[in-house]
């Protein structure tokens, strides 16, 4: 049986390849019956898109794949609770699940700022489940972020030298 935590760990992996591209490592699979059909990993600073997160661009490929806009049976594993856009891509694309790891306190669209799925107006189709592998996906981006200021304090030493 496959568990919630496999998912995320190949979300996980799509999030390392994120952080190989330079980004911040958010990683996101779409699944349907058991299977992954679509990866995604966050590029938005590559592809010049502020709408390429890692779940925007799962969500795009498992529609192209399925040749429907709208996505119903299928569930998104997400390392970072999504934001108020993706949150309304996973609505629009009438997920069943969304499942994501660490929590995002700046901009988190599913509890932490708002809480769009939580509205019955807008949401009528997606349940979500936060919290899975939330330490393993939160410290990705805490090693990514310790590792961006440490690079930049040794340019900063290198120019002064
Ligand atoms: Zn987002």
């Known amino acids: 049986m496959v568990s919630d935590t ?3 760990q ?7 390849q994120a952080w190989d591209l330079g980004e911040v490592p958010v990683g996101a699979v779409v699944v349907k019956d058991g299977e992954v059909i679509a990866v995604g990993c966050n590029q938005p600073i590559g592809k010049h898109d502020p709408t390429a997160h890692a779940e925007i661009v799962a969500l795009r490929a498992a529609a192209e794949k399925l040749g429907n806009y709208r996505l119903p049976g299928c569930e998104l594993y997400v390392t970072l609770e999504p ?3 993706c949150s ?16 995002d306190p700046k901009t988190g669209a599913c509890g932490s700022v708002v809480n769009l799925f939580e509205q019955e107006q807008l949401n009528h189709h997606t349940e979500i489940v936060g ?11 805490k090693n990514f972020f310790a590792a961006r200021r440490a690079a930049v304090a040794a340019a900063r030493r290198a120019a002064q030298s």
């Open 83 to 85: 934001c108020v856009m």
């Open 10 to 16: 190949l979300a996980l992996a799509q999030a390392q």
């Open 131 to 141: 919290g899975v592998m939330a330490e393993e996906c939160g410290a990705m981006l």
């Open 88 to 103: 309304g891509a996973m609505m629009h694309a009438r997920l069943s699940k969304v499942v994501f790891g660490a929590t």
């Open 6 to 8: 496999d998912f995320m």
